[in-house]
């Protein structure tokens, strides 16, 4: 098993390293599956079989399949290749190299100026770790529930603001990011002023009352600009 | 069970947190910021389980499930702002939002 420890560390710095330098979205994110199993690996080895499944589970198979349907919902194909022009060279990576390989001997001599000690000396089972959980860490899963409701509201939130923006024209707005259109005056819905002119048809609530208009002008203006 | 050094698996996760924080420097496509924060998180994790590991407790697995479930909550919130930036601002790009629009 002492193998598979540097095996799964060298698998998971690659593919980590691969992540961060590649173009096109959909190849990283799986390069980044590849990460996380490496890491659940890693997680094996040492001991700790109950954290190895929920990273697979959680992370490579929750988190990361949600950034993939997210990338498919923005269709990012081509476009987002383009959406860092002039980056990505080996220029932009040489400062922020520099900084990190600084931090890197820092942290190197930390660690190394501490005692050393043999890794994994027994395995800790779900069993244990569910005992803690719900031990003297019950107020931690009580709070951990609560941000997770929290984040399902928030994003229930953002979701439905977006949905009521265009109903039903997501496909059309998202394909053409800039589209104006019926309304030939696209630059004008970005002045709050010229709102109620330009959304004479079909957006009744910033034309109706200006009292709910400058009650949230700029969270009005946000979604304006798809609108048209 | 691995018999390495307590200091390797430090190493790594340093490692991995430093990839993720040259990640968010260098890239500027939402995406892929929001992949380097996972990245960071998820190192941060290993230092924890590492450290669990070491004295053999289930504290670092604890600790490991708590940073998993705020992570889950992050990239949720996270992935909806990235939605409503790109019906904004009409791209992924994060300088697009470096200046204020009034």
Do not use: C
Request: hydrophobic content about 60%; aromatic content about 8%.
């Amino acid at each position: 098993m002492t193998v598979v420890f540097y095996i799964a560390g060298a698998v998971a710095l690659i593919s980590t390293l691969l992540v961060i330098t590649r173009r096109n979205t959909i190849h990283a994110l799986l390069l980044l599956v590849v990460s996380l199993l490496a890491v659940a690996v890693v997680f094996y080895s040492l001991g700790a079989p109950f954290v190895a499944a929920l990273e697979v589970i959680i992370y490579a198979g929750a988190i990361i399949v949600l950034f993939l349907f997210t990338v498919m919902l923005l269709n990012v194909g081509r476009q987002a290749e383009g959406d860092e022009p002039g980056r990505l060279r080996g220029i932009h990576f040489v400062a922020p190299g520099i900084l990190a390989g600084v931090l890197l001997v820092l942290l190197a001599i930390a660690i190394a100026s501490g005692p050393s000690a043999q890794v994994g000396a027994r395995a800790v089972g779900p069993t244990e770790v569910g005992a803690a959980l719900y031990g003297p860490y019950a107020i931690g899963v009580e709070l951990a529930s609560t941000l997770l409701l929290a984040a399902l509201i928030g994003a229930r939130h953002l979701a439905q603001r977006q949905r009521e923006a265009d109903l039903g024209s997501v496909a059309a707005a998202v394909a053409t990011p800039a589209a104006p259109g019926p309304a030939p005056e696209p630059p004008a819905e970005l002045v709050p002023a010229a709102a109620p002119a330009s959304a004479a048809g079909d957006d009744t609530p910033a034309a109706g009352p200006a009292g709910a208009a400058e009650q949230a002008p700029a969270e009005r203006k946000f979604w304006r600009k798809d609108d048209g | 069970m691995a018999h390495v050094p307590f200091e390797y698996g430090l190493y790594l996760a340093a490692a991995l947190f430093l990839i993720g924080l040259v990640g968010v420097l260098v890239r500027r496509n939402l995406i892929f910021v929001l992949a380097s924060i996972e990245i960071m998180l998820n190192a941060a994790g290993l230092a924890f389980v590492v450290a669990g590991s070491r004295w053999g407790h289930a504290d670092g697995q604890v600790m490991f499930i708590f940073i998993l479930s705020m992570a889950a909550a992050e990239v949720a919130v996270g992935l909806a702002l990235a939605l409503l930036f790109r019906r904004a601002f009409g791209s992924l790009d994060v300088d697009a939002a470096s200046r204020m629009r009034g």
